[in-house]
């Protein structure tokens, strides 16, 4: 069974940093593009960044709003996704989501986890 | 950036009815959509993706068409369960994006 497990959410004060984790099991990992997506309160979804697999040298896509303050890596050896978020800003707080790419550049998101949420207030 | 706009972004119906959301893009993404169902309180389910290919274990009542700029999800037959909000992504271009949300409520 595929499983996608986040952690790492929390209260910080804006100008801090926080790192997400997500766990997956019951698939081959290493093989698939990973995302983000977040969800601010009571608001729609949000696109945050991906990262590709090693067969393309795990490069990395963001959106904008979060490019040079958020970093997407990866460990295949312990099957985790990590979200490294720095200089949070108020509306970066959100619930979480990690997600499975399925096979393909163009491939939608096929399982998701249940998210963390990240509260940035002082 | 790719906007999609969905349409409604409420809707009111009641089970069996026939209902459809249309999502429009800003600029062609050929057929890379994909469609989610958003519970309270859950993660999104994928629905359809490559506009019109049904994800496995989603009921033949949801059906995705469209090509270009303009897309729809058609659910045939409303059931209980289907009640909820509904986003639409396009696949083509980075940044992903999302559509607004559409929320389904039971009338």
């Known amino acids: 069974e595929v499983q996608l497990v986040e952690s790492g959410g929390g209260l910080v004060q804006p100008g801090g940093s926080l790192r997400l984790s997500c766990a997956a099991s019951?698939?081959?990992?290493?093989?698939?593009?990973m995302d983000w997506v977040r969800q601010a309160p009571g608001k729609g979804l949000e696109w945050v960044g991906r990262i590709r697999n090693k067969a393309n040298s795990y490069t990395t896509e963001y959106a904008a709003s979060v490019r040079g303050r958020f970093s997407i890596s990866r460990d295949d050896s312990e099957n985790s996704l990590y979200l490294q978020m720095n200089n949070l800003k108020p509306e970066d707080t959100a619930l979480y989501y990690c997600s499975r790419r399925t096979y393909g550049h163009n491939s939608p998101s096929d399982y998701w986890g249940q998210g963390t949420l990240v509260t940035v207030s002082s | 950036d790719i906007q999609l706009t969905q349409s409604p972004s409420f809707l009111s119906a009641s089970v069996g009815d026939r209902v459809t959301i249309t999502c429009r893009a800003s600029q062609g993404i050929s057929t890379y959509l994909a469609w989610y169902q958003q519970k309270p309180g859950k993660a999104p389910k994928l629905l359809i993706y490559g506009t019109s290919t049904l994800q496995s274990g989603v009921p033949s009542t949801f059906s995705g068409s469209g090509s270009g700029t303009e897309f729809t999800l058609t659910i045939s037959s409303l059931q209980p369960e289907d009640f909820a909000t509904y986003y639409c992504q396009q696949l083509n271009a980075y940044p992903i994006t999302f559509g607004q949300g559409t929320r389904l409520q039971i009338k």
């Open positions: 019951g698939f081959t990992f290493s093989e698939h593009y």
